[in-house]
């Protein structure tokens, strides 16, 4: 490959692996690889670290895991590896003191199809909304997140059964193939950005907001609709989640939604009441139409499909969701 460039790699999760895998298989100079320092996680607490660190172990690769991005001797060993290109994939936001230091600029790979989508959970938030269409996007690091020039963008479309997850799996394919061919663009220095502003007009700007667990909880008095693409939206993680209300003592337990199905019964009760057919299909009402819960995780239960579920719990009469 001609006048390889020195590249900087910057991420964090499995995501982030296929992008960073990919340059590495298609031969590109990669000096450097950011990512967090080892956390605790889990039950017993213990020191993880990153699927990019895991990925950079592996394959020799110069591993920097800086606490504070503006921390001087950060900095030093950054600029001491004299980068031409940066890139960002699903790692954090950077200063400019970072962004701004190689000659060629720092690049990310977003989740959407930019100007659409800005923000930490672009997959969810499509699918929540009912998109039938999401991409990737390359663009260059500026001052506000996710408004950068845009490079290059690939479209995927979103099947009307998709979950969040295997969207997830498409788009870091894809987002990965972008990533090599963004850097080919670079190096040939032919590359042709547009200005984000130039495409806002006429559209109507939806956001992709950090989800917290209480954005997950199910208002079972919506539509069929809103909540099956909320379900799926959110699955596998973080996961919607309801209350199971009406236990002989009173309690409430909490219970994780991870698919349902539509049907074409008519809600004839109230909203999150329940009903179960021959104990292998549990059905929920909503505004309008039942929904059939098929995978599910109770509270201090495992995750497991319905059907498991009923044979080893029994609905009570005045069960129902909250």
């Given at each position: 490959?001609?006048?390889?460039?020195r590249?900087?790699f910057m991420?964090?999760?499995?995501?982030?692996?296929a992008?960073?895998?990919?340059?590495?298989?298609?031969?590109h100079?990669?000096?450097?690889?950011v990512?967090?320092?080892?956390r605790?996680a889990?039950?017993?607490?213990?020191?993880?670290?990153?699927?990019?660190?895991?990925?950079?172990?592996?394959?020799?690769?110069?591993?920097?895991t800086?606490?504070?991005?503006?921390?001087?001797?950060f900095?030093?060993?950054?600029?001491?590896?004299n980068?031409?290109?940066q890139i960002?994939?699903?790692?954090?936001?950077?200063p400019?003191?970072?962004?701004?230091?190689?000659?060629q600029?720092?690049?990310?790979?977003?989740?959407?199809?930019?100007?659409?989508?800005r923000?930490a959970?672009?997959?969810?938030?499509?699918?929540?909304?009912g998109?039938?269409?999401?991409?990737v996007?390359?663009?260059?690091?500026?001052h506000e997140?996710?408004?950068g020039k845009?490079?290059?963008q690939?479209?995927c479309?979103?099947?009307?059964?998709d979950s969040?997850g295997?969207?997830?799996?498409?788009?870091?394919?894809?987002?990965?193939?972008?990533?090599?061919?963004t850097?080919?663009?670079?190096?040939?220095?032919?590359?042709?950005?547009?200005?984000?502003?130039?495409?806002?007009?006429g559209?109507?700007?939806?956001h992709?907001?950090?989800?917290?667990?209480?954005d997950g909880?199910?208002?079972?008095?919506n539509?069929?609709?809103?909540?099956?693409?909320?379900?799926?939206g959110?699955?596998?993680?973080?996961?919607?989640?309801?209350?199971?209300?009406?236990?002989?003592?009173?309690?409430?337990?909490s219970m994780?939604?991870?698919?349902?199905s539509?049907?074409d019964?008519k809600?004839?009760?109230?909203?999150?009441?329940?009903?179960?057919?021959?104990?292998k299909?549990?059905?929920?009402?909503?505004?309008?139409?039942c929904?059939?819960?098929?995978?599910?995780q109770?509270?201090?239960?495992k995750?497991?499909?319905?059907?498991?579920?009923l044979?080893?719990?029994?609905?009570?009469?005045?069960?129902?969701?909250?």
């Open positions: 490959m001609e006048d390889k460039m590249i900087v991420g964090t999760p499995e995501f982030a692996v992008s960073l895998d990919a340059l590495v298989r298609a031969g100079h990669i000096v450097g690889v990512t967090v320092p080892d605790p889990g039950r017993g607490k213990k020191m993880q670290m990153s699927d990019v660190k895991k990925y950079a172990l592996e394959n020799n690769l110069a591993i920097l800086p606490l504070k991005l503006k921390d001087p001797g900095l030093a060993e950054l600029e001491a590896l980068a031409d290109l960002v994939v699903a790692f954090r936001m950077l400019m003191v970072v962004w701004d230091m190689p000659p600029g720092t690049f990310n790979l977003h989740g959407s199809l930019l100007p659409q989508y923000g959970a672009p997959i969810n938030h499509a699918i929540i909304n998109e039938t269409e999401t991409g996007t390359t663009f260059f690091l500026d997140i996710d408004t845009i490079i290059e690939r479209t479309v979103i099947n009307e059964d969040a295997m969207v997830h799996d498409r788009l870091m394919l894809l987002g990965a193939n972008l990533v090599v061919d850097v080919e663009l670079i190096a040939k220095g032919s590359i042709n950005v547009k200005a984000q502003e130039d495409l806002i007009e559209q109507v700007i939806k992709a907001p950090k989800i917290f667990k209480e909880l199910i208002v079972w008095d539509s069929a609709d809103i909540i099956f693409n909320k379900v799926r959110l699955s596998p993680y973080p996961a919607s989640w309801t209350w199971l209300e009406g236990f002989p003592d009173g309690k409430k337990l994780k939604i991870y698919a349902v539509k049907t019964l809600s004839d009760l109230p909203a999150g009441k329940l009903t179960l057919k021959d104990r299909n549990l059905y929920v009402h909503t505004q309008d139409y929904l059939e819960v098929s995978e599910l109770l509270q201090g239960k995750r497991m499909k319905t059907i498991d579920f044979r080893g719990f029994s609905f009570k009469e005045k069960m129902h969701f909250l």
